[in-house]
């Protein structure tokens, strides 16, 4: 909570000396920029590009891209990246050849040059990806293969590669390069399209998943985000990177009652807009654009998680029920458990009642 209050406060600073932000400002406001970046060596922008992903790293000069978006916003990510004042970005991460991650990179490369240029290899070979490929090129990046466990360093900052642990999946998105970028004792982690297959390898791995912010898998996706892996992570935010409306219905229900569940505040590209993390190396303090303005209350969206526990299982008779089901009523507290949805009861071998047919 004290962490909250203290976001709130500091939006009001924020609004007046935004460091790194694609704003306008009066001659007073400006000239409290300069106090406010040096108290951020890393900066992480969850840039809005719709429904897809596109992440931008910053610590004291040095810049890191994870995605693009598709390529409709390679143009919006450009820009974005310019008003950061990027020179050049000394690592591009395309997680996967997806067009909703990579999509952009390719005018983002063109426009602004890229000097290491991270992926894993796939049989990909859409015109997208292949364009990308082609613009690394032409920008003589070097080209690494992301390896398990390498570490790179930008600024102050650091990533480590996480994943993929396997050289063999279905579909594109458990080849997601996931990273945890670290600065100081403030770490984020970024999980690309990750799936649960990916999630669990990590954790049979045994990596210091631990972070205190995730970029939760595949966009909220409830084929993410299991409820293991995210008490792994253990993370004190948790960043949503999807567009308004989708055609995906993402973030799913299922991801924002784990969430709920676990108490874990989570902000939303679709609501928030961009949204900007900065780390001073102890405390991350949260920023969001809305509405094309700048939040004064960056809103930490803890509305939905009313919809929690949905199923009140007991654990004496292995039956769960619906909370106004007077099984669950009259059920004592000590034999009380909550799932936040069905298949999460049934998948702990509870049976549904008769009565109330959860
Ligand atoms: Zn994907
Ligand atoms: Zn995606």
Redesign the pocket.
Known sequence: MKKKLSALFLAVIFVLSLCSCDYSFSDTQSDIIPEQSENAPLSVHFIDVG???SILLESNGEFVLVDAGESDYGSTVVNYIKSQNADTLKYVIATHP?S??CGGLTKVINKLGCENFITVETDQSTKTWTNVLKAVDKADANYIDAKVGETYSFGESSFEIMAPLSDNYEGY?NYSVVIKATYKDTSFLLM??AEKQSEKEMLKAKEDISADVIKLG??GSSSSSSKEFLKAVNPDYAVISCGKDNDYGHPHKETIQTLSKLSIPYFETDIDGTIVACSNGTDIKFYTERNGEIATNPTVNETKTQTADNYIGNKNSKVFHTPDCSGAKTMSEKNKVTFSSREEAESEGYKPCKQCNP
């Open positions: 429904q897809g992903d997806h909703d991650h998105n690309g399209d595949h966009h």
